[in-house]
């Protein structure tokens, strides 16, 4: 079964960047749609970043458009979510998740695969 690991999170002060990584362990995510999700504590779980298996579509919540820049590296087997001029709402749990259909979309109930989360903290 497909295991994925979220790294890279932290506590960043406001305006600042961090970048966190989406790693597989056992099998190639070189055919997977791999989407970034973020729960924050007392809200729904909200998609925010997806990328088609090729890296040829990329998708953003409005939220962060223009902030966060999706990315992947197959050779690496590893998917990565640049945030820049964060701001204290993008506080939350950021899940990476991965399905294997041709759809790259920010619905969470499609996708398949699911890591444990890394905390992401943006406070002064």
């Known amino acids: 079964q497909l295991q994925l690991v979220e790294s890279g999170g932290g506590l960043v002060q406001p305006g600042g960047s961090l970048r966190l990584s989406c790693a597989a362990s056992?099998?190639?995510?070189?055919?997977?749609?791999i989407g970034w999700f973020r729960q924050a504590p007392g809200k729904e779980r909200e998609g925010v970043s997806c990328?088609?298996?090729?890296?040829?579509?990329?998708q953003y919540a409005d939220s962060v458009k223009g902030r966060f820049t999706i990315s992947r590296d197959n050779a690496k087997n590893t998917v990565y979510l640049q945030m820049n001029s964060l701001k204290p709402e993008d506080t939350a749990v950021y899940y990476c998740?991965?399905?294997?259909?041709?759809?790259?979309?920010?619905?969470?109930?499609?996708?398949?695969?699911w890591g444990q989360g890394t905390q992401v903290t943006v406070s002064s």
């Open positions: 998740a991965a399905h294997r259909g041709a759809l790259a979309t920010l619905i969470g109930p499609l996708y398949e695969y």
């Open positions: 056992k099998f190639s995510l070189d055919y997977y749609v």
């Open positions: 990328i088609s298996s090729s890296g040829g579509f990329r």
